[in-house]
């Protein structure tokens, strides 16, 4: 079955940390104070922090996992 995971584009991702704040997994976070990562493990899809990320840079990719 197709899932959905969250993906940032890292270039471009400014380290608000305003997607970090709406997860209901705790699946972000920006270990390197530079960009913030995605456990692909934790996330379940929802789209919360693509729509709260001020710079439009998370994109939801299916997956087949
Ligand atoms: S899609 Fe949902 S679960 Fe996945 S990282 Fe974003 S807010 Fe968290
Ligand atoms: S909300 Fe967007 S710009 Fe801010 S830390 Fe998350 S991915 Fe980066």
Redo the contacts with the bound molecule.
Sequence with gaps: MAKRKAT?SISE????????KVCPRNA?A?PNGV??NIDKELCIGCGK?AK????S??TLEVTEA
Excluded at 13 to 20: D, E, R, T, Y
Excluded at 52 to 55: F, L, Q, R, S, W
């Design positions: 940032v991702c400014v380290a608000c940390g305003c997607c970090i972000i920006i960009y913030a922090c709260e990320c001020p710079a840079i998370i």
